[in-house]
């Protein structure tokens, strides 16, 4: 699948995603981004960014075409008739409703006021895309500043790369030309930029990860915490300690290229490459926590509960970034089973996954300080924090994140820390994983073969 197409018509397969077809079948992303100018924008400016959405969609024929889904087949199919009629839409609207009432909403859109909802771009839940464009951008005027609604069909965001659009429409709004080339593939773009290119330009990204202290805390409030202390959505303790405490248990590990073709082809059953590294690092994770006699941790084992944030089959996947898992294998069948069976056991039950390359973190993580401070920052499986960070601060890891996001995962009376990070680099580039363990589970698994044999801990 190509990043964009410069041919007009034709059909354009886009890349096969895991996880439950018929849960994700319907899925769509809709993001809330707070502009900071807290007035009006002058009325040529919204004129321009008008003209610059509709110049850079114009760069992607692909994204003038109808939305097909057969079986496990996602395509879109671009004609001179649908062309006319699908074109990417841009639309303006004033609202009473402040930014602050959205902020207070944790930008949930099951919770945004009843204004903004009535013209969010949403998508029958069950019904035909046929008539819908691919691309849906609402400008909202409120009394505080303005904001916009980014509604993007979710497998288009995965086939096309939700992160290259956006940045194509705002370097069009200040240079007035296009970052990338329009007909090149993920890892040809990925290779060019490692090669000639230190960082996008413009980048407000790389500003607020700059901006990040370089010392982490290794305690909060004076005093070291309890490996099991809980923390959920209930959490009393500000977000900012919760963020700090989870930081003292991040690990960073790689899955090489190399180690990834040995995975497949250690795999005595077909299944995606992601699904059987997402699969491994479970069962892994699983045994790791059975070494403790009658560990509560086990709890898990039969039917992992996510949080009340998890969207199963909701019209709407909003850039929460969530990633419930639901294995049905017992204890024994999961540590016994092979890794493809897994992976084919957590498919089948899984609802959101994604398996975008975004290239601004590929450049990103090129770049060790920033490198350094990413681990520590979007380690976080704080609801909040998660909710807040993926929406206002970082929009691109609203849609990478939402195959092992740093999602927290609860079983009362307490939060097992899972998964933070996968970090596909690109198409051939391999897996940066983030994991929130207790040290004594990362000590187990340091010295697990079954996981080593694939995945180089980092630190």
Not at 106 to 125: H, I
Not at 178 to 190: S, T
Not at 254 to 268: C, F, G, H, I, W
Request: aromatic share 10%.
């Amino acid at each position: 699948m190509t990043v964009a197409s410069t041919v007009p018509n034709g059909v354009h397969e886009l890349t096969v995603l895991d996880g439950n077809q018929s849960n994700r079948a319907n899925l769509q992303f809709v993001f809330f981004y707070q502009t900071e100018d807290k007035g009006n924008i002058r009325q040529q400016m919204s004129v321009r960014m008008r003209m610059a959405f509709y110049e850079a969609m114009s760069h992607y024929p692909i994204l003038y075409g109808e939305l097909q889904r057969q079986d496990e087949a996602v395509r879109i199919v671009v004609s001179d008739d649908s062309q006319n009629k699908l074109k990417p839409r841009y639309d303006e609207y004033n609202v009473t409703e402040r930014v602050a009432d959205i902020a207070a909403a944790q930008y949930n859109w099951a919770l945004w006021p009843k204004e903004l909802l009535s013209v969010c771009p949403v998508r029958p839940p069950y019904g035909s895309t046929a008539e819908l464009p691919l691309v849906h951008v609402v400008m909202t005027w409120h009394p505080d500043g303005m904001g916009f609604l980014v509604s993007i069909d979710h497998s288009v965001a995965d086939g096309v790369g939700l992160g290259t659009l956006l940045n194509q429409w705002a370097s069009i709004m200040r240079e007035g030309q296009i970052l990338l080339p329009v007909d090149a593939d993920h890892a040809a773009v990925y290779q060019d930029l490692v090669s000639s290119v230190k960082e996008l330009q413009g980048g407000w990204f790389y500003d607020y990860v700059d901006s990040l202290p370089e010392v982490v805390p290794t305690a909060v409030v004076g005093k070291e915490l309890d490996e099991n202390t809980a923390i959920s959505d209930m959490d009393p303790r500000a977000p900012q300690q919760v963020e700090m405490a989870l930081r003292q248990n991040t690990h960073a590990m790689r899955v090489t290229p190399e180690a990834m073709q040995r995975l497949l082809d250690d795999s005595p059953q077909p299944a995606s490459a992601i699904r059987l590294a997402y699969a491994l690092m479970w069962q892994r994770y699983i045994a790791a926590m059975s070494t403790s006699a009658n560990s509560p941790e086990q709890m898990c084992l039969v039917n992992v509960i996510h949080s009340s944030r998890h969207l199963v089959d909701r019209p709407c996947y909003i850039g929460n970034a969530v990633c419930p898992v639901y294995s049905q294998l017992a204890l024994d069948d999961l540590l016994a089973s092979p890794i493809s069976a897994v992976a084919n056991d957590i498919g089948q039950n899984m609802h959101a996954v994604t398996g975008s390359q975004w290239l601004a973190f590929a450049q990103m993580i090129n770049d060790p300080v920033r490198q350094a401070k990413f681990y520590t920052v979007f380690a976080n499986p704080s609801a909040l924090q998660l909710t807040i960070s993926n929406v206002s601060r970082v929009p691109y890891f609203g849609v990478d994140f939402g195959f092992g996001a740093p999602s927290h995962i609860t079983l009362y009376p307490m939060v097992i820390p899972g998964f933070a990070v996968w970090l596909p680099l690109s198409s051939e580039g391999g897996l940066h994983i983030l994991w929130n363990l207790p040290e004594h589970v990362f000590n187990v698994l340091k010295q697990d073969s079954h996981l080593t044999r694939y995945v180089e801990v980092l630190f």
